[in-house]
């Protein structure tokens, strides 16, 4: 007799979960980082020998304030907002050059 929450709990492991707003690579313990970028939703890995690693891709504001002079001397203020989000394409690459400083688990 197979115990039933062993064959769940085996099975919950070898799914894993991608939210809105983030993309996901596969790390394999002997090939290394795989290329395939997957978006959200439900998605299968081997336990013990792949693990996901989940970069966050939404859209965030940075505000950069200016403070310039006018020809009559007036001094001006300016903020400029920008709105940035990282190419879900290219995360593989994100993972070599920023490693632990972009994503999360």
């Given at each position: 007799?197979?115990?039933?929450?062993?064959?769940?709990?085996?099975?919950?492991?070898?799914?894993?979960?991608?939210?809105?707003?983030?993309?996901?690579?596969?790390?394999?313990?002997?090939?290394?980082?795989?290329?395939?970028?997957?978006?959200?939703g439900?998605?299968?890995?081997?336990?013990?020998?792949?693990?996901p690693?989940?970069?966050?891709i939404?859209?965030?504001?940075?505000?950069?304030?200016?403070?310039?002079?006018?020809?009559?001397?007036?001094?001006?203020?300016?903020?400029?907002?920008?709105?940035?989000?990282?190419?879900?394409?290219?995360?593989?690459?994100?993972?070599?050059?920023?490693?632990?400083?972009?994503?999360?688990?």
């Amino acid at each position: 007799a197979v115990d039933q929450r062993r064959v769940r709990g085996a099975a919950v492991q070898c799914l894993y979960n991608v939210d809105a707003g983030e993309a996901a690579i596969i790390f394999d313990k002997f090939a290394g980082v795989k290329t395939n970028v997957y978006g959200e939703g439900t998605h299968f890995r081997i336990p013990l020998i792949q693990e996901p690693i989940i970069f966050d891709i939404k859209s965030r504001p940075r505000s950069v304030p200016v403070i310039t002079g006018s020809k009559d001397l007036q001094t001006v203020n300016l903020t400029l907002r920008i709105l940035f989000h990282p190419d879900p394409t290219t995360i593989t690459k994100y993972l070599h050059t920023c490693q632990y400083y972009y994503y999360y688990y």
